[in-house]
């Protein structure tokens, strides 16, 4: 039987880790964030799960990383100034393709910013916050039900292509409450990372000859192994200076670009016949979709665009979306950063405008509305 | 018979990094020696390393090991100790990576008693970057970046590591490598979070801006410098002047081990339900 609940966005993401097997959270408390550790503080121990909290978030996710290598699904959730410092480790969950989920419910900054309110002016910093170059999975649930079901997505994609998965949501839908139903075990598909068949003695942590993602023995199950964050062969030891280095890093970029079909997730709303487009996600994607109504009721052909996955972003569908409407909005709660990604797709095929806000309020339809009549 | 470090080893892999007059090798030596001793199934153990030369340990023995980022290398064990309380779980670490960038988690791990045994290999330098001051270099020593002498004071691990909670504290050195064999068994035995500190020799990047004419002189130095624990203990107080203690310096047995007090309460919740 699916259980129906009145959750927080926050809570939901908690309860989509558990349905998707996760037994292990480390994390350190930040606002807007701390409801996903309290939540997993007091359901963990329930069913045999860790719970950590650590003395930083540079150390909740090195334990993170530690307890899905010892074969455990593992959760961290942190905002703004704790994912910055989250960034070396996950660099080194991505160089070392160990699965975990990262959840930023982003305020706003920069620095200490504003904890309380929303933002989205991370989005960047989850494409480009660590060192180095990687491909970085990021989904943008907008309502408390969706928070729940990309949870359950994230940990799926990270298990099944060996990587860390972002969850990226706005204070205002991690801590908004809404029903929601969480369905009965088994209904939706949960995933485990892609186990080796080979002995032990024969095992290779990082052997790509049969695809892209090699299959991943954890400690303790009779296949030792070296894991290091020095670029490294087949066999995990540190290699210099070697075109295995170049190769191995485009193969880590391939493993989710060759994937898009599985991991680009969107909703188009009323995109058919558009003239204007909105181009928006979380908070935003929602009072953009009372926008697009407003606007039909007005006789105004307006549709929207809302990307559930960010990163990699849905460049194929920008792209001919750009080529079918006379303009896409792009409301942020930022002073412009997925804008620029709009703009990079759309190649002037037609004009895009952004709407920004950093001031701690939503942005409204009412503002959506005025720029999609703008110049018509 | 000869000990066969060969068993241990991984093929292929060494020569190591370290540099020719590096006490290291003796330390790793006594470490195999005294987790063979324990009979533990290597698949039963992870040993765990940050960022520098003693960090490097673990690319060459048998074990599941893991190479971290520079001083994360105690969270990272952590995580792994509390998914699978039941394994070794072991960290090599410099005194850099230790006390410096890695320092909160130094002291976190020490107050929460988990069970994990850490080595600090303390040559009171940073080797692999080339001789930059740590947070034990004495006073007055040199290093690339104190070039008129070391003006900060150093940190006494031992002392620090009692003093946020951990439960087994201990001193060792590369030269003393027999009585070594028995601390670190001694450390893997103990049922919480175990310090060991080992004093190291760099003659590259240490002993040669600091009179130590060659790595032999540095050894000696460890000789004359620490004394085991009893017998410090009975000096009189001007004998000590620049004397150390070695030996097990503190041991608390009734101190709660953290996964065991975290999965008590598992098995509680588990029980009312």
Redesign the interface.
Known sequence: MSRVLLLQGNEACAEGALYAGCT?F?GYPITPSTEVAEYLAKKL??I?G?F?Q???E???M???????????K?LTATSGPGFSLKQ??LG?AMLTEIPCVVVNVMRGGPSTGVPTGPGQSDIMQCRWGTHGDHPVICLTPAYVQEIFTETVRAFNLSEKYRTPVILAFDEIVGHMRERIEIPEPGALQVTGRPKPQCPPEEYLPYDDRKGDVPPMAN????Y???????NHGPDG??VNASPRIHTDEQRLLRKVESNRAEIVRYEEHRLEDAEVAVFAYGVCGRSAKTAVETARAEGIRAGLFRPLTIWPFPEAQVASLSARVKKIVVPELSLGQIVHEVERCAKGRCPVEGIFRVDGDPITPAQIVDRIKEGR | MAFDYGRYIRPGKLPHIWCPGCSYGMVFKALLRAVDSQKIDRNDIALVSGIGCASRLPGYVDFNTLHTTHGRALAFATGIKMAKPDKHVMVVSGDGDATAIGGNHFIHACRRNIDITLLVFNNFIYGMTGGQYSPTTQTDRFATTMPYGNVDSPFNIPELAKGAGASFVARGTAYHAAALDKLIIEAMRHKGFSVLEIINACPTTFGRRNKFRSPTDMLLWMKDTFVPEEAFRKLPPEKTEGKLPMGILYRREDAKEYCETYYSLVERLRKQT
């Open positions: 292990f480390a121990p329930q045999g860790a950590l650590m003395e930083d540079i150390a909740a090195a334990a993170v990383i530690g307890g899905s290598l010892a074969g455990r593992a070396e480790n080194f400690f303790f199950e009779g030792r192994f070296h894991v290091t964050g020095l030891f540190p």
